[in-house]
């Protein structure tokens, strides 16, 4: 039996491997901000306007997780209030993350988490939408603010689940304010989301569009080297160690923040080993934990018709080992949609649904011509096959298969 008083004991007693290890944590916002020189001075001239009381332009952030869209746009909004507040300017900037359920995940909810920041409580549920826009413009109404800056990270999300009429109404709160000038910061990991929305709202959201490519594998070192500086004790990584995290990130489309994820886990098991140094096997036993608690938080929180596919996708991978073709696995997630009760989707949406998990990085979708007998998807899966049963099992279990 564990001896909890001695360890507990000993692991205060134990010099940690860390010096600041919220140095990790995705809200640190560092001084500054390494390869995104351009993209931060991008977003500074569009908002600089601001600072003379005049309204700028609305900006749609784009690029994939982890090419810190949301940092930049957080460190250049904290220097700009900086300076707003020297000089006695009226700002105020809203941050809002839209992929947080029952936070901000709706129109309504959105709205009640801006009402929040700006001091003041509407219910959670109960009142009709236009009434709690109701309560924002006359809060802001009787505001000194000027300018009201709005980030809405993961936009893409609050739309999927609340429509794009949600955004059309917030781009157009200006047409109803006599003393404050809105201005919305959308940012999205989807690269295509803007060109599926209504085309009045396309036009009123994107007036700037930013792009944040990925980080290359040179980049990525260079932002661990510096984060690791301060972030952990001399002298405690193994040589190779940031490069191996690097070309982990690399593979996953330059990915700082998955990098920055792998070095602090590996830190962490490295401390629980008793090792005084971070070394290669600290990074790969890193890289399974975080592989696996991504994929199967994302599948617990999958829409139960998601689950239906992605299982019949794995199912007929188990028994094939090879490529998959749309139609095999709608005939299979017809099947599925009898042992659960569920209300088959049409082929059409369940290939929607098969380019969602191809996002997600669960699977990867080519579509492909047969000539006369049209397209379809070559569906391969992108997870390792030693995660493969703990899914499946996963799935059964939230299927009640």
Same mark, same amino acid.
């Given at each position: 039996?564990?001896d909890?008083?001695?360890f507990?004991?000993?692991?205060?007693?134990q010099?940690?491997?860390f010096?600041?290890? +919220?140095?990790?944590q995705s809200n640190?916002?560092?001084l500054?901000i390494? =390869?995104?020189? !351009?993209?931060?001075?991008?977003?500074?001239?569009? &908002?600089?306007?601001?600072?003379?009381?005049e309204?700028?332009s609305n900006?749609?952030?784009y $690029?994939?997780?982890?090419? $810190?869209?949301t940092?930049t746009t957080?460190h250049?909004?904290n220097?700009?209030l !900086?300076?707003?507040?020297e +000089?006695?300017i009226?700002l105020?900037v809203?941050?809002v993350?839209?992929?947080?359920?029952?936070?901000?995940?709706?129109?309504?909810?959105?709205l009640a988490?801006?009402i929040?920041e700006? $001091?003041?409580?509407?219910?959670?549920?109960?009142?009709p939408?236009h009434?709690?826009?109701?309560?924002f413009?006359?809060?802001? !109404?009787?505001?000194?603010?000027r300018?009201?800056?709005?980030?809405l990270d993961?936009?893409?999300?609050l739309v999927k689940?609340?429509?794009d009429e949600?955004?059309?109404?917030l781009?157009r709160?200006?047409?109803n &304010?006599?003393?404050?000038?809105?201005t919305?910061?959308g940012?999205?990991?989807? &690269?295509?989301?803007?060109?599926?929305?209504?085309?009045?709202?396309?036009?009123?959201?994107?007036?700037?569009?930013i792009l944040?490519?990925?980080? +290359?594998?040179?980049?990525i070192? %260079?932002?661990l080297?510096?984060r690791?500086?301060?972030?952990?004790?001399?002298?405690?990584l193994e040589p190779g160690v940031i490069?191996?995290?690097?070309a982990?990130a #690399?593979?996953?489309h330059?990915?700082?923040?998955?990098?920055?994820?792998?070095?602090?886990?590996?830190? !962490?098991i490295?401390e629980r080993s008793? *090792?005084?140094k971070?070394?290669?096997e600290h990074?790969d036993?890193?890289e399974e934990?975080?592989?696996? %608690?991504r994929i199967?938080?994302?599948v617990?929180?999958?829409?139960?018709? =998601?689950?239906a596919?992605?299982y019949?996708?794995?199912?007929?991978?188990? +028994?094939?080992?090879k490529t998959i073709?749309?139609g095999?696995?709608? %005939?299979?997630?017809?099947?599925v949609?009898?042992?659960?009760?569920l209300?088959?989707?049409?082929?059409?949406?369940?290939g929607?649904?098969i380019?969602e998990?191809d996002?997600?990085?669960i699977i990867? #979708?080519?579509?492909i011509?047969k000539?006369?007998? $049209?397209r379809?998807?070559?569906?391969t899966i992108?997870? *390792?096959? *030693?995660l493969?049963?703990?899914? *499946?099992?996963?799935?059964?279990?939230e299927l009640q298969?």
């Amino acid at each position: 039996m564990t001896d909890l008083n001695k360890f507990f004991k000993d692991y205060m007693e134990q010099e940690s491997i860390f010096v600041d290890k +919220n140095m990790f944590q995705s809200n640190y916002i560092p001084l500054e901000i390494p =390869h995104r020189e !351009e993209q931060i001075k991008q977003i500074a001239e569009i &908002l600089a306007p601001v600072l003379r009381n005049e309204k700028p332009s609305n900006i749609f952030i784009y $690029g994939k997780t982890g090419t $810190g869209k949301t940092l930049t746009t957080k460190h250049t909004t904290n220097k700009l209030l !900086e300076v707003a507040e020297e +000089n006695k300017i009226s700002l105020k900037v809203i941050y809002v993350n839209c992929k947080l359920k029952k936070v901000a995940d709706t129109e309504y909810r959105m709205l009640a988490q801006i009402i929040k920041e700006l $001091g003041e409580e509407v219910p959670s549920t109960g009142l009709p939408t236009h009434e709690v826009y109701k309560v924002f413009f006359n809060l802001i !109404e009787k505001s000194n603010i000027r300018n009201l800056i709005i980030i809405l990270d993961e936009v893409d999300q609050l739309v999927k689940k609340a429509g794009d009429e949600t955004l059309y109404n917030l781009t157009r709160i200006n047409e109803n &304010l006599k003393n404050t000038y809105v201005t919305i910061i959308g940012i999205s990991n989807d &690269l295509i989301f803007v060109d599926n929305l209504d085309p009045r709202v396309k036009s009123s959201l994107s007036e700037e569009e930013i792009l944040f490519p990925p980080y +290359n594998a040179f980049q990525i070192q %260079d932002i661990l080297y510096k984060r690791a500086e301060k972030a952990l004790k001399k002298d405690s990584l193994e040589p190779g160690v940031i490069e191996k995290c690097s070309a982990y990130a #690399a593979r996953e489309h330059g990915d700082a923040r998955r990098a920055l994820d792998l070095l602090r886990v590996a830190a !962490e098991i490295a401390e629980r080993s008793r *090792s005084e140094k971070i070394r290669i096997e600290h990074i790969d036993k890193a890289e399974e934990k975080i592989e696996r %608690d991504r994929i199967i938080d994302i599948v617990k929180t999958l829409p139960k018709q =998601h689950q239906a596919a992605l299982y019949s996708i794995i199912t007929i991978y188990n +028994n094939k080992k090879k490529t998959i073709f749309t139609g095999e696995v709608y %005939d299979f997630y017809r099947e599925v949609c009898k042992s659960t009760g569920l209300r088959p989707l049409t082929q059409r949406r369940i290939g929607d649904i098969i380019s969602e998990l191809d996002m997600q990085g669960i699977i990867n #979708a080519k579509v492909i011509s047969k000539g006369r007998y $049209g397209r379809t998807k070559e569906i391969t899966i992108a997870i *390792s096959d *030693s995660l493969l049963e703990k899914i *499946s099992d996963k799935l059964k279990e939230e299927l009640q298969l």
